[in-house]
């Protein structure tokens, strides 16, 4: 069983939105820093965006800070990216990752693009 | 913002080999560093964490050290399962920073 699973990727034209969700099993959801990261086509790994286990604490990096708001459903094992403003730049594959705690990523979904284009 | 930097960036190897590669921070960081395996189309996997300690099911040949500014990731015995392309990535101030990457090819 794979333990997150992406959706909600695809097409939009700059200026969109768009929101990716990732659903979690096998785990429990509830006592974990989740996170995003992005991955341009061709280009190396991008932090975006992580949330408490509480939602207590959020970080963005500075790329994406004011335009993307990340949040979770801890009683529907769920995270969420909503992504404003999109640029050509945002494109990429999207992962939704777990922090162990160390702190380090140990499980990561298959990924989701996003592609911004006319 | 912390910056990592990785090298080399492609390194071309053969089965057996003993392989090292570096990640440099921009300013001296915490233990908090972590090795990551990319093949290509699939997500990122563990390998390394807290500098040099080896996830659970990654192969012993696996192995990380370093301190402050400078950090290795050493594959001890090249296997063919091991071209792919490698990430460190720090954590510090609530951020998570990735090394831009050290593709691992076949000599």
């Known amino acids: 069983e794979v333990p997150l699973v992406e959706s909600g990727g695809g097409l939009v034209k700059p200026g969109g939105s768009l929101r990716l969700s990732c659903a979690a099993s096998?785990?429990?959801?509830?006592?974990?820093?989740m996170i995003w990261v992005r991955q341009p086509p061709g280009k190396g790994l991008e932090w975006v965006s992580s949330?408490?286990?509480?939602?207590?604490?959020?970080y963005y990096a500075d790329s994406v800070e004011g335009r993307f708001t990340i949040s979770r459903d801890n009683a529907k094992k769920s995270l969420y990216l909503q992504m404003d403003y999109l640029s050509a730049e945002d494109t990429a594959v999207y992962y939704c990752?777990?922090?162990?705690?160390?702190?380090?990523?140990?499980?990561w979904g298959q990924g989701t693009l996003v592609t911004v284009s006319s | 913002d912390i910056q990592m930097t990785q090298s080399p960036s492609t390194l071309s190897a053969s089965v057996g080999d003993r392989v090292t590669i570096t990640c440099r921070a921009s300013q001296s960081i915490s233990r908090w560093l972590a090795w990551y395996q990319q093949k290509p189309g699939k997500a990122p996997k563990l390998l390394i964490y807290k500098v040099s300690t080896l996830e659970s099911g990654v192969p012993s040949r696996f192995s990380g050290s370093g301190s402050g500014t400078e950090f290795t990731l050493t594959i001890s015995s090249l296997q063919p399962d091991d071209f792919a392309t490698y990430y460190c990535q720090q954590y510090h101030s609530n951020t998570y920073t990735f090394g831009q990457g050290t593709k691992l090819e076949v000599k």
């Open positions: 949330i408490s286990s509480s939602s207590n604490y959020i």
């Open positions: 096998g785990f429990t959801f509830s006592s974990f820093t």
């Open positions: 990752a777990r922090d162990e705690g160390e702190p380090a990523i140990d499980y």
